[in-house]
């Protein structure tokens, strides 16, 4: 039996001998595609290639490339570890031609790898072709039929249609047919029963899609129609772990070598064994498929966190710690502890887990614990949500309620409907769905976006970037679109040369203007889009044929270029005074500030961040000359040292920076020397993730505005303390002052509690077994009141209390019911202050035995007080 490994090196020796250039896989995690949050497919990385924005390199490439689909249309995620087929995170082998070869020889070679190479039976396999589309005038796919025919019976190559086998990149942009190639590896007792070819694209676990060749032959333009493409190319994915499943002879791509050592280990953590019970099993592949999808991102330089990509990642993990924490009875961090294997099992094809192993499983453990706590809270509301629907005699929980739990907390619907079919509860599934529906209805009107197809002026194969050596040029305007983005137009505008800078590797973009005839175009915002350097302007110039002169603006240039250099220098300082462990994990720099994230594993003391900023300014005060290499071979480029980040692709050719130590690869812009800095000073240093620190700056003259406005501030202070001259003594003695003034005054409001208590106590009136206590009261803090409420609970028997106060001219009513009044009586004081909150022109809620309103109307207190006695009539 082959091994995983052994599959892997078999494909990429395959396609080394049929001349393809083997490339590295590239960052799961993609930057400087508006349209992508994760590489979701192997030609992702070739997309500028497809689209034209850049030249071809190799006219025949093969690789692995490490995929994840679980946002937009590619979106597996609920159905991962139900089924034996389904990943987040997976690989995709795959070769490519741009321009060379095309259908003939991508079957050809699909069957020889397949069937001469692997060894796999030419009986189990089937193919589909297109069948075709009155709606694009095309008709079905007889080439590739026709070559299919060579190694295969007409009954086994099927039609498929435009859904499955006509692939698109997006709504516009490059397209073709598409041949699949399935493989049914059911029994032979199986197969005689129904024959393969009726379950093929039927998601049958046994029938499966093995790869996709796809013919990428037209353009999709915005109006729909199709155009053909000058050149034809071949794009085609293979899924590795389906692969590993056929060859290795299982059902299953969690049978496989890829995930059972993973699989293992986790049975070793919860004591279970794979195989025995379906929940277990299911909890153990949603874990061992999640915890590759995790670190992975992790090591491409993608932190969990709230918001877009790191908000999938988040998601993912917590739904991996959820499955062990209700079936696995996993009650602590466990996932961290997979990482190991993982690297065993991985590591040799993908470096970067062997090197970020520590983060990676640092990053986990915190996210781990942080969600396990979180976990406890949502359970704890859950329970509450059930109580409250049983005593409202409610057959289920509300779906709005589910819907919290579910974007709150990471509860998935399976898990509430779990949780309460146990209490006899049911969930509103169609309010949940309502609820669901209208978050998605939020993403997509915050995202939705219509661009129209490009106009092009003139044919060029990329923009020459000349912002490195200067800041105003004549320019002429390759091509345009109109972009029309939450009801608001504007315009892209790809010049032949550019001196403006796309905003990229953490830096802004460059603004500025346009110049014709006297008219100058505003330029607001720079940006890389699919290898393309778009300028964005709110109107077209009339005249967009003729030669423009585009002048950046050179003052925030110069601030973009002081900041960006000094997160160079910054860097170096850290390592020197932290260690060598010490590396970029992200970075903005923009002309007002620089923020700068880098590994680290624990706060950094304050005499740490001084001698970090004095490092930096004697580097800055050293004056050292820019030296740049604009084309260095990428190889000569690691053996110099230069500072490399994980998650970034970088070509054959690279830009090296060096400012006297400081050696980095960086496309950005920079001083001429670090003089020009000025001086660099860190206003803040905090976490963001586990093990991830970050420091935020400033330089140049907003650094002096900071020093000179502190230096202000003491003098102020000082005039203030009638020109102390020992400044900190005086401060010393005024804190030590207010201190004790602080302790008298809660002494006399402890006291002043106790009488006030003492007097409601006086007014205690029973009635039908119930002590009332309805009063106006003169304290005027909110928490003394709460105070003053539990105290006379825990002195009172069978109390119902009701008071209010005015706090700072607010009025505030406050309603404590003893347990068993609430009970007897089926009172609820979250209902009553609501109802008697109006009285004060407001509102409130709380639990059934305390609750509080606050209003505008003070005078409406004595009113409110009698409304929430009424409730005990």
């Known amino acids: 039996m082959k091994t995983s490994k052994e599959i892997r090196k078999a494909f990429l020796d395959f396609f080394t001998e049929k001349e393809h250039q083997i490339v590295n896989s590239a960052p799961m995690v993609v930057k400087g595609d508006p349209t992508l949050m994760f590489t979701n497919a192997g030609m992702n990385q070739f997309k500028d290639q497809f689209l034209g924005n850049e030249p071809v390199k190799y006219p025949r490439v093969a690789d692995t490339q490490k995929c994840l689909r679980v946002s937009g249309k590619h979106n597996d995620l ?49 193919a589909t072709v297109f069948e075709g589309s009155a709606d694009d005038n095309q008709e079905r796919d007889n080439e590739a039929a026709g070559y299919w025919e060579q190694y295969l019976p007409k ?61 990428i032959q037209f353009n999709r333009k915005a109006n729909g129609s199709l155009e053909n493409l000058p050149d034809k190319h071949v794009d085609t994915g293979m899924g590795f772990e389906r692969l590993c499943m056929v060859l290795q002879g299982v059902q299953s791509n969690y049978d496989t070598d890829v995930f059972q050592n993973t699989i293992a280990e986790i049975g070793k953590l919860c004591n279970k064994k794979y195989g025995e019970e379906e929940k277990v099993d299911i909890a153990m592949r949603v874990i061992a498929d999640h915890l590759r999808a995790v670190a992975f991102a992790i090591a491409d330089g993608q932190l969990p966190s709230n918001n877009k990509a790191g908000y999938v990642i988040r998601r993912i993990l917590r739904r991996a ?84 739990l579910y974007d709150t907390f990471g509860f998935p619907l399976d898990l509430t409907e779990l949780i309460t079919r146990e209490n006899g509860l049911g969930v509103d599934e169609k309010g949940f769905a309502v609820e669901m529906q209208a978050q998605k209805d939020r993403s997509r009107n915050a995202a939705a976006q219509e661009t129209d197809d490009w106009v092009e002026l003139r044919k060029i194969e990329k923009t020459e970037f000349l912002g490195y050596d200067k800041l105003e040029a004549e320019i002429k305007i390759a091509r345009y679109r109109k972009v029309t983005q939450k009801k ?70 110069t601030n973009i270029a002081n900041n960006h250099t000094a997160t160079h220098l910054l860097h170096a300082a850290l390592r020197e005074v932290l260690g060598s462990h010490v590396e970029q994990k992200g970075s903005l720099v923009n002309a007002d500030h620089l923020r700068f994230d880098f590994s680290h594993f624990q706060k950094m ?30 190889e000569e480029a690691k053996a110099s040292g230069a500072m490399m980040l994980f998650g970034e692709k970088y070509g054959e050719a690279v830009r090296v920076i060096k400012f006297g130590e400081s050696v980095e690869l960086c496309g950005g812009t920079h001083v001429a020397a670090t003089g ?87 007014k205690v009136l029973n009635e039908n077994g119930v002590n009332i206590i309805a009063d106006k009261i003169l304290i005027d803090n909110a928490g003394l009141v709460k105070d003053l409420a539990f105290q006379l ?70 009113a409110a007080i009698e409304k929430a006695l009424s409730f005990l009539q």
Not at 366 to 378: A, H, M, N
Not at 612 to 617: A, S
Not at 717 to 733: F, N, Q
């Open 78 to 126: 609920e159905e991962v570890g139900l089924d034996t087929y389904h990943h987040t995170m997976f690989e995709m082998l795959g070769n490519w031609s741009f321009g060379d070869y095309f259908k003939k020889e991508a079957i050809d070679w699909a069957w020889e790898f397949l069937v001469t190479r692997m060894g796999i039976d030419a009986d189990r396999l089937y």
């Open 155 to 215: 009954d086994r190559i099927l039609n498929g249609n435009k859904k499955d086998n006509f692939w698109e990149m997006g709504d516009t942009g490059p397209c073709g047919p598409c041949s699949e190639v399935h493989v049914d590896i059911r029994s032979e007792e199986e197969r005689a029963k129904v024959p393969g070819r009726d379950l093929v694209n039927m998601d049958h676990p046994q029938v499966i899609e093995i790869w996709n060749l796809v013919f």
């Open 321 to 404: 710690v959820r499955y062990g924490y209700t079936f696995l009875d996993l009650k602590d961090a466990f996932i961290f502890r997979l990482v190991d294997v993982l690297k065993d099992t991985m590591g040799d094809a993908f470096p970067e887990l062997v090197s970020q192993q520590t983060l990676i499983e640092k990053v986990i453990k915190e996210e781990e614990e942080s969600f396990l706590r979180t976990l406890s809270t949502g359970i704890r509301l859950l329970d509450d949500m059930i109580l409250k629907a049983k005593n409202d005699g409610a057959t289920e929980i509300a779906g709005k309620d589910a819907f919290v």
């Open 488 to 557: 608001k137009a504007f315009y892209q505008l790809v010049f032949d040369q550019t001196p403006f800078y796309g905003e990229s590797g953490g830096q802004v973009g460059d603004a500025g203007y346009i110049e014709f005839d006297g008219v100058k175009t505003s330029v607001f915002d720079t940006q890389k889009e699919n290898n393309l350097t778009v300028h964005l302007v709110n109107e077209l110039p009339e005249n967009p044929e003729e030669t423009f002169y585009a002048v950046v603006n050179a003052k925030r240039r």
């Open 605 to 634: 003391s304050d005499e740490e961040i001084a001698a970090v900023e004095k490092l930096v300014n004697e580097k800055i005060r050293a004056n050292s000359v820019k030296e740049e290499n604009r084309e260095m071979p990428i």
């Open 676 to 762: 020009q800095i000025g001086m660099l000073k860190i206003v803040s240093e905090s976490a963001i993730a586990a093990g991830v620190r970050r420091i935020e700056a400033i330089t140049a003259d907003r650094a002096e505005k900071y020093i000179n406005d502190q230096l202000a501030l003491i003098n102020n202070i000082k005039e203030t303390l009638k020109g102390s001259k020992d400044l900190l003594g005086s401060v010393t003695t005024l804190l030590q002052q207010n201190s004790e003034l602080s302790k008298q005054i809660e002494a006399f409001q402890q006291e002043s509690l106790k009488m006030t208590k003492a007097n409601l106590k006086s």
């Open 793 to 862: 609970k825990g002195e009172v028997d069978d109390l119902f209390l009701v008071i209010g106060a005015d706090i700072n001219g607010k009025p505030n009513l406050t309603v404590m019911i003893s347990d068993n009044i609430v009970a007897d009586k089926g009172l609820n004081a979250g209902q009553i202050v609501r109802e008697a909150g109006k009285e004060i022109k407001g509102g409130g809620g709380g639990q059934p035995f305390y609750a509080t309103a606050g209003g505008k109307d003070v005078d409406g207190l004595q």
